[in-house]
């Protein structure tokens, strides 16, 4: 079976700082999809970033950044200079072949300070 | 154009009663998902229902959870006899056939 971790609980950062939230998945498939998802405070999902598992080329967008590396089975998303519209919960998902139904983490609470 | 949208936004009723959630996809996607997020459990995912296929209902916690989607559109989520532990967030995705799920604002729901 599939699982998602997010180590983290709660991160809490200064304006400006760079933040790397951690995910780690566990799948037997060979084919899988790895996403991240804010969730402000608004409440909805927002759909950040798909990676399929063939592709482990890292990709940037901005201020954001994600780090995919089989190896340590291991999906980073970076923040650089954060914004207090960067808070929010963040979190990481998995899909296996098939492309359906999404396993998540827990979450990773981001609060960044003025 | 229009995103997921779901009604109601919050619902409180009583512990016994039943509520019915509403769920309108955006236009044009084939799939649709339910999942609940609470406090102790997380995000979970609940229905995924996918064209004219039978509906992966593997994530339904009990009996008392049913759901349907007519005529490939719109879907209700429906809980039976509410207990307090249903307590929750209910959102609804929707998708294009293997493509990128769009969630919904959710639907509160508190069960006295």
């Known amino acids: 079976a599939q699982k998602v971790t997010q180590a983290q609980t709660e991160i809490s950062v200064v304006e400006k700082e760079d933040v790397t939230l951690d995910c780690v998945y566990e799948?037997?498939?060979?084919?899988?999809?790895l996403f991240w998802y804010k969730q402000p405070p608004s409440g909805e999902l927002v759909f950040l970033i798909r990676r399929n598992s063939f592709d482990e080329q890292n990709e940037i967008s901005g201020r954001y950044s994600w780090n995919f590396q089989k190896s340590t089975s291991s999906f980073n998303f970076t923040i650089t200079a954060s914004q207090v519209v960067d808070s929010a919960v963040y979190f990481c998902a998995l899909s296996e072949e098939g492309y359906s139904t999404l396993t998540f983490g827990k979450g990773t609470m981001l609060l960044v300070s003025p | 154009g229009a995103g997921v949208s779901q009604s109601p936004s919050n619902k409180v009723t009583e512990k016994g009663k039943d509520v019915e959630l509403r769920c309108d996809p955006i236009s044009g996607h084939t799939a649709l998902y339910w999942y609940r997020q609470s406090l102790g459990q997380g995000l979970e995912f609940l229905i995924y229902f996918q064209g004219n296929s039978a509906p992966d209902k593997s994530g339904l916690p009990s009996d008392r959870f049913s759901a349907e989607r007519t005529g490939g559109s719109v879907s209700t989520l429906t809980i039976q006899r509410t207990q307090q532990e249903d307590s929750a967030v209910y959102l609804c995705a929707s998708s294009l056939e293997l493509a990128d799920q769009y969630f919904g604002p959710g639907t509160r729901l508190l069960v006295l």
């Open positions: 799948t037997r498939d060979t084919t899988y999809y």
